[in-house]
């Protein structure tokens, strides 16, 4: 009798009965212990039992269907399945081909009805003993996790595993890049691409040395690990870990990840021939306006309508349709109106300046503690670069070391660059008459043109927000221009924040 032999080892099971090489050498002895049986092939996995997708059961299969053994022989029945289904197919495909089976330490004969009973018996009591294990694994991390335990997995950037604890430590290599991406996109209102764009303009990269992209910038916008928690089944807890981030600066950041994934005219890349997309904000429901279209018999007619009220009816919003064109004209008008009345934004950026200030100390002081945290990490490469030349430290150590502090450095200086520019927009200057008679000019002039593709240009660069609180009560909020360029497209270099509601918001008609 022609005999293939069957062993299973599974990573996932805490207690293996026997090794590999254990059970191949006793399925050995059992084959040769037997009268007129031959050894004529070995198929071997190491994978779990509960599915029947492994190559080597698959080859045994596919040998046993071409009836090159006679027999096939495991040690044990949970080595070929852990569900009674999955055996019950095994059985019936080997039968099918005329091709016994048999465990060596359990004597069961599957040629018989009572044999093949009885197979099937251990197959119930193996896949017990697989859900039994299962749910003692599943109770013990869930009680782990409560205590705020780390239950394994991919650890988040800027966290790693803690040796021997079972919980997670900060690394301080990564770290420090955490709450600039927060910052970056809770009050810098950066978008994930724009983040990962300047990451990668600052040379930094992911753990893995990939550059950053919107998908890596999301996943650590979106993980709460960094408010020190952990994660298990759907649930999270407290951890033992240290937070990277202030709950309030999380939330925020939570809020306009909601509000831009269910506004369509807050993404970038939306690219409709509407003038004010992405800028004309419901004063009553918060949603923004996108365009819209109804068609006539003669006429297709142009609307703005509120976001809102498209999706959930006016019952959660009654505002208004805006026809587009007049909304776009009564805006343009106010727009080179403001151009006129030179005082408008001087005054605007007087309050603008005394807001910044408020926040000049704060930016000052985490200024001052950044230069001495750079002063400690340059003068700690500094130390290890010397123990390496004079042959006091092995290069695996010293280059490990200073690896990890020229990570933190970059960190340490991406987020004093942040600080650098809010700063600079302190020194925020009102433009002069000239340069508000020249831009006034270059919006009529693209205006002229018939294009839409220049003037859109130039109103998102100029306009803050369009807030609609009624038909009859329309408030656009201008950005001061800073620098006015007329040899291309971009006529403008607008700051990155506005001046404020309250420092630049001319009186517009009625449409």
Known sequence: MRIATYTRISTD????????????????????????????????DQMSGAKLERPGLTNALRAAKAGRFDLLLVYRVDRLSRSVRGLAEVLETLDAAGVGFRSATEPFDTTSAAGRMMVQMLGVFAEFERATIIDRVIAGMERKSSQGGWCGGRHPFGYRAAKGEGTLAVDEAESPLIPVIFDLYANKRLGTHAIANWLRAAGLSTRSGKPWTYKAVLTVLRNRTYLGEVHFRGTWSKGTHPALVEAGLFDAVQAILAERGND?????????????????????????????????RNATYRYYTCGGRQRNGTKNCSSDRLPAGALDDAV?????SAYEDTDL????VAEAHDRAQLGHSRNEGELRALDAELAKVDAGIDRYLRAFETGAMPESICGERVKALGSQSTALRARREVLAQEMDEADL?????EELSALRDRVAEAIATGDPAPVKILLQALIHEIRVDSKEA?????????????SGDDAVRAPSRSVGAAGLEPTTSAV
């Open 13 to 44: 099971e805490v207690n293996q009965p026997y090794s590999l090489g254990s059970q191949s050498e006793r399925l050995a002895s059992y084959v040769a212990s037997q009268e007129d049986w031959e050894m004529v092939g070995t198929f071997t």
């Open 264 to 296: 369509v005219s807050k993404r970038a890349s939306n690219s409709s021939d509407y003038l004010l997309t992405g800028l004309v904000v419901c004063g009553g429901c918060g949603c923004h306006f996108t365009g819209t279209r109804a068609t006539g």
């Open 429 to 433: 200057t009102a433009p002069t008459t």
């Open 332 to 336: 343009v008008r106010s727009l080179l």
């Open 345 to 348: 934004f001087v005054k605007a």
């Open 474 to 486: 329309i408030h656009p909020i201008f950005r001061v221009p800073v620098g006015v360029d007329l």
